[in-house]
């Protein structure tokens, strides 16, 4: 590895230049730069096809797209939401903007998905909602998550932004829940520079989300109900559609990087790898490591010791997004005992599709001589 080199935990995947520039020449003539564009149309269809779900409703970014899909359940003010504190703290604040009141539930320290056996217990007459997290791309027990939604008549809104592409018992993974959510921010795989989109199954909730998006207004004269602004803009679609083209490519790219990790690091004492089920497949989006009490090193001390060599991995999620200071003292957050451990024991590696497989090497030596 060079020294001056630094190595980021992702770095944003993008179409060759002059592909993306010829794809927007067309902006230049018909001056119709958002607004459900054409790109926007195209973009949704494609989506839809290639993540394998009924509806899909493209959005600016997949916090809105998040905030958006739980505002247009229209759950009563006040009202309870089971959910994971292991994810990105846009999970929790898209429950609290929408005047909901998050209820914090343990995950499995398998794979740090909610643990489906906890949920029951913590459901009132209060509760509406389960709002669970693909993390890392780790799907959730969809079987029991429904089980237990069915019998107490709550929704499921699966936040999947970690999950894009990846299948389950042959479905495409937004296909489950009564919606989920993806993001195409720049860090994710498939980026659409700022970008997000709600799927599910029912047309009436494109409807929903379509006012929700786009001020509520249904023609010049009718403004049908109150909205916000959420629509993606032709220009991100269109890196969309080019990403897309390259999507194939990325994620071989992304699953020779993943295999090579796996093999340096497999039977390194004191590091746990998730688990993965065995009818999901793998969008190899992140590649998260566990360090245990078995390794010479704490996990912080690891992060400052790659640091050191430029390797910039992340404490990808520390501290659960319960214990954030704006939440402080403001919900129960007592049993998140698996949280809060894993929390404490992971860390993000770089892995994206230009990452040197001598850089892999490199952080897995790294890594291999503190034991
Ligand atoms: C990235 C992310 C979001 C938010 O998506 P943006 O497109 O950045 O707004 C929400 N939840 C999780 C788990 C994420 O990782």
């Known amino acids: 590895m060079e020294e001056t080199k630094n ?3 992702t770095q944003s995947s993008m179409p060759p230049y002059e592909e993306y520039i010829e794809a927007i020449k067309p902006l230049w003539d018909s001056h119709w730069l ?3 564009g054409k790109y926007h149309k195209e973009l949704e269809a494609q989506l839809k096809e290639y993540l ?4 899909l409703s493209l959005m600016v970014n997949g916090h809105m797209a ?6 247009a359940f229209g759950f009563p003010e006040g009202a309870e939401v089971i959910t994971t504190p292991f994810t990105f703290i846009s999970t929790t604040h898209a429950i609290v903007r929408n005047r909901l009141k998050p209820v914090f539930c343990d995950v499995k320290k398998s794979d740090g998905t909610i643990d489906e056996s906890k949920i029951e217990d913590l459901i009132t007459e209060r509760t509406v909602a389960i709002v669970p997290v693909h993390v890392y791309g780790n799907v959730c027990n969809i079987e029991e998550i429904q089980r237990i939604a069915d019998k107490y008549n709550l929704k499921v809104i699966y936040d999947a932004a970690h999950a894009f592409g990846v299948r389950y018992k042959g479905k ?3 296909s489950f829940g009564d919606a989920s959510v993806f993001s195409f921010h720049a860090t994710k ?3 659409t520079i700022e970008g997000g989109a709600v799927t599910f199954s029912e047309r009436r909730l494109y409807d929903k989300l379509y006012n929700l998006k786009n001020f509520g207004i249904r023609s010049e004269e009718l403004v049908a109900e109150v909205g916000a602004n959420a629509k993606m803009n032709e220009f991100a679609a269109i890196m969309g559609l080019c990403n897309l083209r390259h999507i194939g490519t990325a994620l071989d790219e992304r699953k ?3 295999d090579f990790y796996m093999e340096n690091l497999r039977n390194v004492k004191g590091i746990r790898m998730f688990e993965k089920k065995d009818a999901a497949t793998n969008n190899y989006a992140y590649f998260p490591i566990l360090i245990e009490d078995g390794y010479g090193k704490s996990r912080d001390e690891l992060y400052m010791l790659l640091k050191e060599s430029n390797i910039y991995s992340r404490k990808y999620f520390y501290p659960i997004t319960a ?8 919900y129960r957050k007592d049993d998140l005992g698996n949280a809060r451990e894993i929390s404490q024991k992971v860390l993000v590696l770089p892995l994206y599709e230009m990452l040197g497989m001598d850089d892999i090497a490199g952080i897995t030596k790294i890594l291999r001589k503190n034991v």
Do not use: S
């Not at 214990?323 to 403001?330: G, I, Q, S």
């Open 52 to 55: 394998d779900v009924l509806e």
């Open 189 to 191: 795989v498939f980026n």
């Open 66 to 71: 998040l905030e958006l899909a739980i505002q």
């Open 34 to 36: 958002t607004n459900m």
């Open 256 to 258: 020779k990087r993943y």
């Open 323 to 330: 214990d954030h200071a704006c939440f402080k003292n403001k």
């Open 172 to 174: 495409g993974i937004g």
């Open 7 to 9: 190595i980021y935990v």
